[in-house]
């Protein structure tokens, strides 16, 4: 394939993660030494809607590598969806003379990648996002970092646990993927844990904490994947905590770590990763590929055609989650 423009964009969708900077930066340095004008969108496709476009620069970049967040910003724009939302995406990618834009984000925002593909764009993909839902990939940019944070406040938690003989019902990120919260546990030796595999309705959870009782004198950790409760008719977790607590005669605290999860130091897993995605992803391209996402299988990278990526499934944990965790239970 011959290349139409030296120019290409970069957008970052979606929630935040950590690294999403070191693939800014590896995309602005590495595509000049290739030879190519990069260019920032900035808000995710809000910002290509709003043609917030503007040509980047190594000053742009300059030790930015370790901050969390990014500095282009981002943003979930659902209306993407609609065509004539995307008509006037497209066509302030023409006025910039822009044809072929990296986007860095999950699972949704691979969906607005392919549709910038069926519309004519260079769609190029890469895996950010701390969910790690992305089934193309074992691996997406920023979920080491957060899982890392999520292990760190899981143990500082666990300490007061410990010293008061508590329970707590820890909720932690990811959507419906249970990767966060399955890796967490198993690495924190967590007491329970729940994730869209396992959903127990409050007389399950009761009963559930009775038997942790029974066996377990000291602190309780039980950890849950958020957005499984308050919704689909299921009480809401405190909901859920106060009904098994007066069953059970004793408070049950739940802590949400929310937005903390996606910030806080890089971890240098996740720095290493977002180059070799990023740098490969441009590489790709440089050899006449388009129309892909990049990903790490079982250790490779790999290019993936979009269309295909967006039906890959992520796997489930139930086996790791029975065998180290959730055992005699
Ligand atoms: O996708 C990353 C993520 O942190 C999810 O784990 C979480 O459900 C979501 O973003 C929260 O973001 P928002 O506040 O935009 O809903």
């Known amino acids: 394939m011959k290349k139409d423009s030296k120019k290409i964009a970069i957008l970052t969708s979606g929630g935040d993660a950590t690294c999403m900077n070191k ?3 590896t995309f602005v ?22 043609n917030k476009i503007k040509k980047a620069s190594l000053k742009d970049v300059r030790m930015i590598y370790d901050r969390a967040g990014t500095i282009i910003k981002s943003s979930r724009f659902p209306e993407f969806k609609d065509e004539n939302i995307r008509k006037v995406a497209i066509s302030n990618l023409k006025k910039n003379n822009i044809d072929t ?19 004519g764009i260079n769609g190029i993909g890469i895996p950010g996002t ?3 839902d992305i089934g193309s990939s074992d691996y997406t940019v920023g979920f080491d970092s957060s899982l890392n944070n999520i292990v760190e406040s899981i143990k500082q938690i666990r300490t007061t646990m410990e010293s008061h003989n508590f329970i707590t019902v820890i909720e932690i990120m990811g959507r419906q993927c249970p990767d966060l919260t399955v890796m967490a546990g198993v690495a924190t030796e967590a007491d329970y844990i729940i994730t869209k595999d396992n959903i127990l309705d409050e007389k ?5 904490v009775k038997k942790l009782r029974k066996s377990e ?23 859920m905590c106060n009904y098994a607590s007066s069953k059970i005669g004793e408070k049950i605290r739940l802590n949400v770590l929310s937005y903390s999860q996606r910030a806080g130091t890089p ?38 055609d979009v269309d295909k990526a967006i039906k890959m499934k992520t796997p489930s944990r139930m086996e790791i989650v029975n065998k180290f965790v959730n055992k005699n239970l």
């Open 23 to 25: 693939v800014i930066s």
């Open 29 to 50: 340095k590495y595509s000049i030494d290739k030879g190519y004008e990069p260019y920032f969108i900035y808000e995710g496709y809000e910002g290509l809607y709003k």
């Open 101 to 119: 834009v990296f986007v860095c984000g999950g699972n949704g925002s691979y969906i607005g990648l392919l549709r910038l593909t069926e519309e």
């Open 130 to 132: 701390i969910d790690n």
């Open 204 to 208: 399950q959870f009761t009963e559930v």
């Open 217 to 239: 004198k000291e602190s309780i950790v039980i950890l849950v994947t958020e957005l499984l409760y308050g919704v689909d008719g299921r009480l809401s977790l405190k909901e």
């Open 267 to 304: 971890t240098a897993l996740d720095l290493y990763n977002a180059t070799i995605l990023t740098a490969g992803a441009i590489d790709h391209f440089d050899a006449g590929n388009k129309n892909f996402v990049s990903a790490l299988k079982n250790g490779k990278l790999q290019f993936i």
